[in-house]
Nanobody, 124 residues
Framework: QVQLVESGGGLVQPGGSLRLSCAAS????????MGWYRRAPGKQRELVAA???????TSAASVKVRFTISRDNAKNAVYLPMNSLKPEDTAVYYC??????????????????WGQGTQVIVSS
C-alpha cells in the first residue's frame, strides 16, 4: 500500500505564490513517475506537470514558465512551486505517483496512487 500526502494549498490573491508538496510513503520499491494534476470547477482533471524518467512534462507553456516541478527522490516527494497565480488556476490539485511496491512478504506489484487533493483558490 502506497499513500500520498499533499499540503500547501490555500487561498491567495492573484499574483501570489504557493508551494505544493507531496510525499509518498508505504511499501515503495521504486517510483517511476510523480506529478500533479488539477480539476477546476466544472472541468475535467488535467495534467499540470509530471516527472518521469528524468523528463518533465507540462500541460502548457503558460504553466511551464510559472510552475516549476521538482522531485526529491530520497524523500519520495514532489513539489510544485507556483508563481504568478491567476484566478484560472483555481482548482483542486492532486498528486499522483506510480511505480513498483514491495510487500513485507517480498511480493512485487505495480501501483498507481492518488492523493486526497489540496485546494488552491486564487481570488481577490
Amino acid at each position: 500500500q502506497v499513500q500520498l500526502v499533499e499540503s500547501g494549498g490555500g487561498l491567495v490573491q492573484p499574483g501570489g505564490s504557493l508551494r505544493l508538496s507531496c510525499a509518498a510513503s508505504g511499501n515503495i520499491f521504486s517510483i517511476n513517475a510523480m506529478g500533479w494534476y488539477r480539476r477546476a470547477p466544472g472541468k475535467q482533471r488535467e495534467l499540470v506537470a509530471a516527472l518521469t524518467r528524468g523528463r518533465i512534462t507540462t500541460s502548457a507553456a503558460s504553466v511551464k514558465v510559472r510552475f516549476t516541478i521538482s522531485r526529491d527522490n530520497a524523500k519520495n516527494a514532489v513539489y510544485l512551486p507556483m508563481n504568478s497565480l491567476k484566478p484560472e488556476d483555481t482548482a483542486v490539485y492532486y498528486c499522483n505517483a506510480n511505480g513498483v511496491a514491495r510487500s513485507s512478504g517480498g511480493y512485487y506489484s505495480g501501483f498507481a496512487s492518488w492523493g486526497q487533493g489540496t485546494q488552491v483558490i486564487v481570488s481577490s
